[in-house]
């Protein structure tokens, strides 16, 4: 809805006093809506979409941008994103949410439109490049794909030709491969598969691997009755998305939820039932369920 101006705004935009903000009143660009409550573009409109350019306020530039769906790897969840592509320039302005992914469904945490950070980290780095000082003395040279595909893959022959593969580890970030780098490495006989998820939640996968088959499975919270959370917090647990947004579809069609953790979190406030254990006495408790 525009705003009208005011008696001493009009005097104050006549004499020139502040910016005359209202003589594109008429030249309002449609909203970002799609639903009452979802603000997304129309995806007919994603080839050509325009909006104002925030820097420029008071003023209203008018940018084109094209808009890519595209996918948040800041954590395995993988949640949609769209890029906003400025056609003047060809580069990426910012990520919003997809509404379309079934995922994330346009909803995504923090770090998902903070990944136009890392598309402009001026630290990020950009080539192969292979250190040439003492270790830590932070020398290095920069050299092409090939030189350095050619030096590892080299390093890693000799290594196996001479019988020495557990001197081979294959470390990665995020391993949303779905085991892929895996296969690869036991037919090669390493066992060197290492990544942050070893630490960060090794203990969860293992229980489900051997209950489930799978790591990461994704349980139907929108419609289960009673959903128990161990120390899972879906304000502040990023990697938890896609499941809080569901848990609470459940909660509000009349599901219980049932929070184990030793701090009263956000999300064990607003459950139905806190059970505080001690930390690190979960697995007694759910044993103590079982009995
Ligand atoms: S939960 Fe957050 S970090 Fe993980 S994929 Fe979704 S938006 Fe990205």
């Known amino acids: 809805m525009t705003k009208s101006h005011t008696f001493i705004e009009k005097i104050a935009e006549k004499l020139g006093l502040i910016p005359d ?3 594109e009143r008429d030249a309002v660009l449609p909203r970002m809506t799609q639903t009452d409550l979802n603000k997304f573009p129309p995806m007919e409109k994603w080839d050509h979409w325009e909006e104002y350019e925030a820097k420029s306020w008071p003023k209203k530039d008018k940018k084109a941008y094209t808009i890519v769906p595209t996918t948040c790897f800041n954590c395995e969840s993988a949640c949609g994103l769209t890029a906003y592509i400025e056609k003047e320039s060809g580069s990426i302005r910012k990520f919003e949410g997809n509404p379309f992914h079934p995922g994330s469904r346009g909803r995504n945490c923090a770090k998902g439109p903070a990944t136009i950070n890392q598309i402009t980290d001026p630290d990020r780095i950009l080539y192969p490049l292979k250190r040439v000082g003492e270790r830590g003395e932070g020398k290095w040279e920069r050299i092409s794909w090939e030189e350095a595909l050619d030096t590892v893959s080299a390093r890693i022959r000799k290594a196996l030709q001479e019988g020495r593969n557990n001197e081979i580890a294959y470390h990665v970030g995020r391993p949303g491969h779905e085991g892929y780098a895996n296969r690869v490495l036991q037919a090669w006989g390493v066992d060197g598969h290492n990544s942050h998820t070893n630490i960060c939640s090794s203990g969860a996968r293992f229980g489900y691997a051997i209950t489930y088959g799978h790591d990461r499975p994704s349980p139907d919270h929108a419609n289960a009755k009673f959903i128990l959370l161990i120390s899972a917090h879906l304000e502040s647990g ?8 569901r848990i609470i579809e459940s909660k509000m069609k009349g599901g219980k939820l049932a929070t184990m ?9 607003m459950s139905d039932y806190w059970m505080p254990t001690y930390p690190g006495t979960e697995a007694a408790v759910l044993l103590a369920m079982a009995k």
């Not at 990023?238 to 947004?245: E, L, T, V």
């Not at 953790?261 to 406030?269: E, I, K, Q, V, Y």
């Open 21 to 23: 903000l209202h003589k």
């Open 238 to 245: 990023h990697y938890f998305n896609p499941h809080a947004q």
């Open 261 to 269: 953790d030793p701090r009263l979190s956000n999300t064990a406030s």
